[in-house]
Each structure stands twice: as structure tokens, then as C-alpha cells.
């Protein structure tokens, strides 16, 4: 919701300070909170939104969903993360899982009947 000149400063300032780069993708503005009340994070009462994180595949579908309260800050690293998981298992065609912590170059997983109450035993292996 916040307005294009906020995102200005966030990419001109706050950015360049924490990650020394600019925001690699466009940022838009819901101002009117349209988009913000589609994905259930906008407020009545106060009028904003709530923080929250979409990914959504190129077919449109939502991936994963993260609504935060406002205080608590998101982790653009788990952020990315999730993106490239998503992205491997959408490239495996589902047929492999991401388990908890995943990242590139890690174990995936192949669901199974097997692999049932064993997650635990694949995560071990894979640290």
C-alpha cells in the first residue's frame, strides 16, 4: 500500500544501506488497498494493509502466502529461498519436495509412502 514515493526511498536509501544494491524487480503501489483486500491483508479498521508475501507461479497460482503483523519484519533471504523452491519443483513437475531449509544444491525429496514420519531422517542426511 505504500505510495510509489516510499518505495523510492526504500529503494534509495534503505536498500542501498542494507543490501547495497537496488530492488531488482518493479515495486508497485495499492494506495486504494484493491489489491490489499484480494489477498485478505488489508485492514478496515486502520485503513492499511498488513504485511504479507505472495509467490505466484507463471500460471497464476498462488505458491506460497505469508502474512505478517506490521512489527515483525520479513527475511528477503527465506523470501528467496521459497522462490527457488518453488521454482525447482515446478521445474521437476511435482514430483520432488523441498523439505524445510532447502536451498540450491541441497537433497529434494521424493514423496512416497516411505518418506512418511522419515522427513527427519532425509533432513539429517542432507545437513
Given amino acids: 500500500m505504500d505510495s510509489v514515493f516510499v518505495h523510492k526511498m526504500w529503494n534509495d536509501k534503505e536498500l542501498v544501506e542494507l543490501l547495497d544494491k537496488d530492488v531488482p524487480y518493479p515495486m508497485a503501489s495499492d494506495q486504494?488497498?484493491?489489491v490489499s483486500k484480494e489477498y485478505l491483508v488489508y485492514d478496515d479498521d486502520s485503513?492499511?494493509?498488513i504485511r504479507g508475501s505472495f509467490i505466484i507461479d507463471p500460471d497464476g497460482i498462488v505458491q506460497t502466502a505469508e502474512v505478517l503483523t506490521?512489527?515483525?519484519g520479513?527475511?528477503?533471504?527465506e523470501l528467496i529461498r521459497q522462490i527457488k523452491a518453488a521454482q525447482e519443483v515446478r521445474k521437476?513437475?511435482?514430483?520432488?519436495?523441498m523439505p524445510?531449509?532447502?536451498d540450491t544444491g541441497k537433497k529434494t525429496l521424493t514423496p512416497s509412502e516411505d518418506l512418511v514420519g522419515n522427513v527427519w531422517k532425509e533432513i539429517k542426511e542432507n545437513k
Fill in 47 to 49: 485503513g492499511t494493509c
Fill in 92 to 97: 521437476s513437475n511435482g514430483t520432488q519436495a
Fill in 70 to 72: 506490521p512489527p515483525v
Fill in 32 to 34: 486504494k488497498g484493491e
Fill in 74 to 77: 520479513r527475511s528477503i533471504d
Fill in 100 to 102: 524445510a531449509g532447502w
